[in-house]
């Protein structure tokens, strides 16, 4: 299996920890997000989608993270990072699905707002931050009445359902999310970040100093 990914991205520093928290064996391609890599021709014949990450494995060119790291675990058969029973698998195909329909556009804006506009010497616009706040709570409240009383989304361990819900908010802490209401999603996110996987896969040292410091600005 090679995977092609910047790892400076969000949906591929969710697959590189999925993978790793799987014990996949893989090789790497580094495609140069902020460079266009991944709208050259080269990697648009991989996924026609222009968007990072994907993977090939023999004959097959397999895009979409979630399905990345469901193909992986299958493969590796960890029946711990994706358990086999249907009702388990069930629920974390359910947040999977949740991720890339729901919770990933809410985290998105607070992260274009205010990590990606202050990269490009750009302002966050407060309207749009207040417009996608009810959507962001909303799920919010979700997760936090999911979290009550257990440590992990779908099984007494992390599986590859905390890795695909904790990625779109890698970077809380820049992403100002507004998660001061949330003390059972706080908790859960610290576990995550405590992962060896997650700890792993931190794009800050593939940032350039200078980003970094407009961020702490
Ligand atoms: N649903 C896709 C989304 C992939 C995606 O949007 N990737 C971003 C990087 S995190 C990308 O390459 N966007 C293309 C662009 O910004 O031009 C997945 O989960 O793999």
Redesign the pocket.
Known sequence: MKLYY?PI????R??IAGLDLIGADYESAHVD?FG?G??EAAFTAINP?????ALVDGDMKL??????MVYAAEKTGNAEAYPTDPKVRADIQRWLLWE?SKW?GACYIYLVENVVKPILDDKPDNAVLEGAAPNFHHLAGILEERLSGQDWLSADHPTIADIAVAAPMHLHGFQKLPLENYPNLRAWMTRVEALPCWQKSDPAPHLAPEVIAKLVA
């Open positions: 910047d991205t969000v949906n591929c969710k697959v997000y266009g991944h709208k989608n222009a968007e990072l990450p895009w979409e993270s979630n399905a990345i890339s990933f």
